[in-house]
């Protein structure tokens, strides 16, 4: 799905070059999570190579859990769960593979530490997965938590031709996780990408709407707040391009005519009680993505807009 979009020639406002210097002042260790995708292709570690690479430049030492994409095979188990069928999917026992992997990572990163604490960066599933992971090892280790275009909320029930990709996973999270908060002593930072406005099938002759988060700016940032850009995504004519990505997010949040990522919506990247940012121009994946005409949340010059928050 994520590969076979076309790039739109528009750059995120900020430069390539850092505002922070690279000393040799070492700030909270951070563990990437790497995703499983929603059509099935799972990214490894060694993608996350780069974006590794842009926080150890910022003094952020950092530890990516060790993935393969024949790893996410084994979530093939959950086929035999007769849970899979109705749609009432829970994260154990088909995911404990990828929570000890992502537990091996984070005690790595608990010896860089050194007593102190963790943050953790979860891209696309992986935001959520971290959650799950937050509730069952415990999450006293853990001072901030920064996702990047994770799909946190279920779609809405009852919806014509809108399936559950995660088959009750996401029902069991916003069912039996804490809810997120954004406290001195632990942060949730959701970050969306609006990379591409989709369309529907049919309709289309509707106006398409900005975007169908339910947020109000003028709220707290202890209760929620949202950061967006100067300008405004570039709005697209509404072409197959814009059809195909838009029934890819009618699968996650129901509606197609919203903006996202290319893969994952803007409303669902969002998440009541955190610190809720949008970036305008941002893609979805590492995978297809070139850091100019198609930056994704881990190009050099997109982390630029999120460091801080690793940093403070």
Request: proline fraction near 6%; charge should be negative; hydrophobic fraction near 35%.
């Amino acid at each position: 799905m994520a590969l076979g979009l076309l790039p739109l020639n528009f750059k995120p406002q900020c430069s390539s070059t850092s505002t922070f210097s690279s000393s040799s002042t070492n700030y909270r260790p951070a563990v990437i999570l790497p995703v499983n995708s929603p059509c099935g292709l799972g990214n490894n570690t060694g993608d996350y190579k780069k974006l590794e690479f842009t926080l150890q430049e910022y003094g952020v030492p950092t530890v990516v859990a060790k993935v393969s994409r024949i790893d996410w095979l084994r979530n093939a188990a959950g086929l035999v769960d007769p849970n899979y069928w109705k749609g009432t999917l829970q994260p154990r026992p088909v995911l404990d593979w990828y929570l000890k992997r992502v537990d091996d990572a984070v005690q790595e990163a608990e010896e860089l530490a050194q007593g102190g604490k963790l943050s953790v960066i979860g891209h696309s599933a992986g935001g959520w997965l971290a959650r799950v992971y937050m509730e069952e090892f415990g999450l006293s280790h853990i001072s901030l938590l920064l996702t990047l275009g994770t799909p946190h909320l279920p779609p809405p029930k009852g919806l014509p031709g809108v399936i559950d990709q995660t088959r009750g996973l996401l029902y069991y999270v916003q069912q039996h996780c804490k809810k997120a908060v954004y406290t001195p002593e632990l942060k949730y930072v959701c970050i969306a990408g609006r990379y591409l406005q989709g369309a529907r099938f049919v309709n289309d002759s509707k106006v398409a709407v900005e975007s169908m988060a339910n947020i109000d700016d003028d709220q707290q940032v202890s209760d929620v707040a949202v950061v967006k850009n100067t300008t405004d995504s570039t709005p697209v004519s509404t072409t197959f391009q814009a059809r195909f990505v838009g029934q890819g997010y009618k699968q996650v949040c129901g509606e197609a005519d919203v903006w996202g990522d290319g893969v994952v919506p803007e409303v669902s990247a969002h998440l009541e009680g955190a610190l809720n940012i949008s970036l305008d121009g941002v893609y979805h994946s590492p995978v297809g993505s070139d850091d100019v005409s198609r930056p994704w949340y881990g190009s050099p010059a997109v982390v630029e807009q999120w460091i801080h928050h690793l940093l403070n």
